[in-house]
């Protein structure tokens, strides 16, 4: 197990709730000083401390423990519906026009005429 590339997953989802270290320490209940040691990959995480930060993080423990995700087809529909139900219809139709417009260019970038 790959526990440099595990608190780097950590540390990118962490940005990108712009959440700061301590932050993150504080929800899961650890020092920022282990948050830091897990980022680096300097010290292993416990089950309970991993699952915690999966949780505060709102996303699967895979997404942690593996570079990619090979999500079917259902599972991806699955979380599309759950994003949906959080919109107004105004915020739904909005999201469908950009999803068949990306659906058009990606069309046409599969098929070169």
Not at 53 to 75: F, P, R
Not at 85 to 109: F, R
Request: aromatic fraction near 6%; hydrophobic fraction near 35%; proline fraction near 2%.
């Amino acid at each position: 197990m790959d526990y440099y590339k595990i608190g780097q997953r950590i540390r990118k989802f962490r940005k990108a709730y712009r959440l700061s270290q301590e932050q993150l320490a504080e929800k899961v209940g650890i020092s920022t000083t282990h948050m830091s040691h897990i980022e680096t990959g300097n010290t292993k995480l416990s089950l309970p401390v991993f699952v915690e930060i999966a949780k505060v993080l709102c996303i699967q423990t895979d997404e942690l423990l593996y570079d990619t995700l090979q999500k079917d087809k259902t599972a991806i529909k699955g979380e599309l519906e759950e994003i949906l139900d959080s919109c107004s219809i105004q915020d739904m139709h909005i999201i469908e026009d950009v999803i068949k417009a990306v659906k058009v260019s990606l069309d046409k970038y599969r098929d070169p005429d």
